[in-house]
């Protein structure tokens, strides 16, 4: 049985969240005088702190997604939100994680930050996860096992049957990093939050929704959960202007929903563009807004495009990508481009 007490860090669970008074009277629906932030009084739109809870954002997720807000957490990124979950659950020094490269950096890197052991179970050849050593792997210190699905930088989704081996099995919480979701067709996890206890959903604007650049990162939890977040996250952490722009752009569910439908057009005809350049001797299956392609030499041919004026991502240092590059989906034009420099890529003798 998942305990979500046990796995709590002592400290945290001691703690009481810091609390403003503005969480406790809410602007909207009581029209007070608010002399109590030592904000500067003179209106400009950006004189008062930003809700603290991201009450009115949430309210549009929980409606989408059918959960109830406390069961939703807001962070400027999901590098926010991920580095919450671990100071939430591992002690430093203390106890481990488990992530399955070829994967997302991040949780390596928020692993070293926060000083807890990264235990690594490499994806199989087919780049699935491999259940027995992951379950094997898991001892009592074992907090998290973070699971990136559609994978980055592979681009594939985890078998579900396997996600779900593992989310009933393992006995810590289990994070699915589902940044690049609004590119597949299958359903997200976050449908199956009231079945699994120790279930953490993670997602993002800055990839399908278009906005980077407004840092916002979406955590979806079990009340419970979010709950212990709550009380460590730092109290303003989703500033206005981030909150006014996710507002708008989650509402315009249809434009957001156009540029999908024509990333995954784009997409498709990369793909079939890229099956007749002499130098790419693979392409990924994906379910992304990217391709891992490999090619003859992925350094010499980075540089080559560096050379054209295009960057693409070399993974060939990536355990189980070597010569692969990753190249994200950009418009008509930008695919065009890039084609056409890679045509002109001859074989390296
Ligand atoms: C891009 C990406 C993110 C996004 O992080 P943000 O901080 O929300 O921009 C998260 N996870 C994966 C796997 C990614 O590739």
Do not use: H
């Not at 004189?47 to 962070?75: C, F, H, M």
């Not at 079945?195 to 009340?223: E, W």
Request: hydrophobic share 40%.
């Amino acid at each position: 049985m998942f305990d979500l007490e046990k796995i709590v860090r002592p400290s945290i669970r001691k703690l009481t969240a810091y609390s403003s008074a503005r969480d406790e009277y809410k602007q909207e629906i009581a029209n007070m005088l608010f002399l109590d932030a030592n904000e500067n009084p003179f209106t400009n739109g950006l004189n008062r702190y930003p809700d603290p809870q991201q009450s009115t954002i949430k309210k549009v997720l929980a409606e989408e997604k059918g959960l109830n807000t406390s069961q939703i957490l807001l962070g400027n990124g999901s590098d926010e939100v991920l580095d919450l979950i671990f100071r939430a659950f591992c002690e430093p020094g203390k106890n481990a994680v488990i992530t399955l490269p070829p994967t997302y950096g991040m949780y390596k890197v928020l692993a070293d930050l926060n000083n807890v052991e990264n235990k690594e179970v490499l994806l199989k050849k087919d780049f699935q996860p491999d259940v027995a050593t992951i379950l094997k792997k898991a001892d009592d210190k074992t907090r998290i096992l973070f699971l990136c699905s559609p994978n980055n930088p592979t681009g594939n989704v985890f078998d579900s049957d396997k996600i779900e081996k593992l989310v009933k099995d393992f006995k810590g919480i289990v994070v699915i990093d589902e940044a690049y979701i609004d590119f597949y067709a299958g359903e997200s996890w976050v449908n199956f939050l009231s079945k699994f206890p120790n279930l953490v959903v993670t997602q993002t604007l800055s990839k399908a929704y278009g906005m980077a650049g407004i840092r916002l990162g979406i955590c979806y939890a079990s009340d419970a959960i979010i709950s212990v977040l709550n009380k460590i996250k730092p109290p303003y952490n989703v500033n206005q202007l981030t909150q006014q722009k996710a507002l708008e752009r989650l509402q315009d569910k249809t434009l957001v929903q156009k540029e999908i439908t024509q990333l995954l057009l784009e997409r498709s005809k990369l793909i079939s563009e890229l099956e007749g350049i002499e130098i790419v001797d693979r392409i990924y299956p994906t379910d992304a807004n990217f391709v891992l392609i490999k090619v003859d030499n992925a350094t010499d041919r980075y540089n080559q495009l560096i050379t054209k004026g295009i960057v693409v991502r070399n993974r060939t240092n990536q355990t189980l990508c070597e010569n692969t590059l990753r190249i994200t989906v950009g418009t008509s034009e930008e695919n065009k481009y890039l084609i056409k420099a890679m045509k002109e890529l001859v074989k390296i003798k």
